[in-house]
């Protein structure tokens, strides 16, 4: 029987807020009470956006959180090369090919007639149009993006948690870039060559990123990549406004809380209960959570943090 894999895979272009500890102890808690093998990836290539020293502190609040992984950190800055070489894949099998649009191009071309339609879709404006990446470079000033080719298929996938999922790619996004135009690899293509790479075969992540999962499968059969993957995706942490909890919702960092007292117990305490293990907020160790975890026992609707939350955490 083959190991199971997972990764926790944190993005360093901020703090770790409660949203992102609640998902990545979901993804702890299946890993040990099913004996997974969990490894730790940062996923830095949004380099605009990562913040210096945000890695190393997202990793300290985890570890402080009581988070484990087997082996040390794998950077996705540091992989520039096996990217590439995925890319060069795809484009060889012609399967990739050059784009110089703009955001602003594909927004004009989603205003045409049927918007309804076409909103938020690519509509193949490059595709065919360049014999080859030095047609495009002499084309533009701008370096060109790269995008993988979709087909009008329907790619099905069931996920262990949010049930049976369908995607027609061709018109929930269109051709995808893969490849951005300053040189670095888009996130769909690393994050498929880096799991594949690593045997990672299963993947706990928030629901946000459930199109994400159909790119990716797709990118795994134009590459041919090993292995087949399970997926966990699980509802966020949401306001009260029902919007994705951020910086409007005030400071929700593991590290804000820590500073002002909370105990990693505590915390453990509340994202317990939020994963509906625990009958109300109260201390918890990482043991007890994982004796009493049961994946059916996790909510299906998004969790919504509250005042009462903020001050039992804040509470002496």
């Known amino acids: 029987m083959s190991e199971t894999i997972t990764r926790l895979a944190p993005s360093p272009t901020g703090a770790l807020h409660l949203g992102n500890a609640r998902t990545f102890l979901l993804n702890h808690l299946l890993a040990r009470r099913n004996g997974w093998r969990v490894l730790m990836r940062i996923e830095d290539l949004d380099s605009p956006r990562v913040r210096a020293g945000s890695a190393e502190d997202t990793l300290d609040d985890l570890s402080w959180l009581g988070l484990e992984w087997e082996e040390p950190p794998v950077y996705q800055s540091r992989r520039t090369d096996a990217y590439q070489a995925a890319l060069k894949k795809l484009v060889a099998a012609g399967l990739a090919y050059p784009c110089l649009c703009s955001r602003k191009d594909i927004e004009l071309a989603a205003g045409a007639p049927h918007r309804d339609e076409t909103r938020g879709t690519y509509p193949g404006t490059c595709r065919g149009r360049f014999a080859d990446e030095a047609q495009a470079r002499a084309a533009s000033p701008r370096p060109p993006a790269w995008r993988a080719i979709v087909d009008d298929v329907e790619i099905t996938f069931e996920d262990r948690f949010a049930g049976k999922q369908r995607f027609n790619l061709s018109v929930e996004g269109g051709d995808f870039v893969v490849f951005r135009s300053h040189g670095l690899a888009a996130y769909q293509l690393a994050v498929t060559v880096d799991d594949a790479e690593s045997g990672v075969n299963a993947i706990v992540r928030a629901d946000d990123l459930l199109d994400s ?18 997926y966990w995706h699980v509802p966020l942490v949401e306001g009260e406004d029902g919007r ?38 109260r201390e918890a160790s990482m043991d007890e959570l994982i004796g009493r975890f049961d994946i059916s026992l996790v909510p299906k609707e998004p969790v919504v943090f509250t005042r009462a939350d903020d001050e039992y955490l804040l509470k002496s």
């Open 213 to 230: 999962a159909a790119r990716q499968i797709h990118l795994r059969r134009l590459l041919n990549l090993p292995p087949e993957v399970e």
């Open 244 to 281: 994705r909890l951020a910086k409007r919702h005030g400071d929700t960092r593991l590290s804000y809380y820590r500073r002002r007292g909370a105990s990693a117990e505590r915390m453990l305490g509340l994202l317990g209960y939020w994963c509906g293990l625990l009958e109300r907020r």
